[in-house]
């Protein structure tokens, strides 16, 4: 059970990541080529939205299906040297929440917008902010898993 909602949970955190790509690029072209707003642009930030609220539903179970790894942790200075128990309950958490809460602003601040040249400006910030932080927490993840 543990080991599907892993998958599920790196899965949707992988969707996610390749849809901000192609809204980056779509934000990047319709500044450059001064395209219109189309219903895909649209669209797509509602798509990351949904995958990382469900993200967060997998994230908090996997959280608390693997609660007994960090109640061995007694105080600060045992949290600061395991690291990898502050990577997921802190880190990791951290980094996917501030990506939601982006994703939230982005996507009711550019679905207000008339403009399209100030759309696609907005979408590549927030957007571009979101990617960031997805790939730095897979990137952080997979070095994790490596033995750096």
Not at 16 to 44: A, H, V
Not at 45 to 70: R, S
Not at 98 to 119: E, P, Q, T
């Amino acid at each position: 059970m543990s080991e599907l909602i892993l998958k599920l949970h790196i899965l949707s955190s992988i969707i996610p990541s390749i849809l901000t790509l192609i809204i980056i690029f779509r934000s990047i072209k319709g500044i450059m080529l001064k395209n219109e707003i189309r219903s895909i642009d649209q669209k797509l930030p509602l798509f990351v939205l949904v995958f990382l609220y469900l993200q967060l539903a997998l994230g908090i179970l996997l959280y608390f299906i693997h609660i007994d790894d960090y109640s061995q942790i007694e105080n600060a200075d045992q949290a600061v040297t395991a690291i990898n128990t502050r990577f997921w309950a802190l880190e990791h958490f951290l980094m996917m929440f501030f990506a939601l809460v982006l994703s939230h602003i982005g996507f009711i601040y550019s679905k207000n917008l008339k403009s399209n040249l100030r759309f696609h400006k907005k979408i590549l910030l927030f957007y571009g902010l979101i990617c960031i932080l997805i790939m730095t927490s897979l990137t952080l993840n997979a070095l994790r898993h490596s033995g750096f």
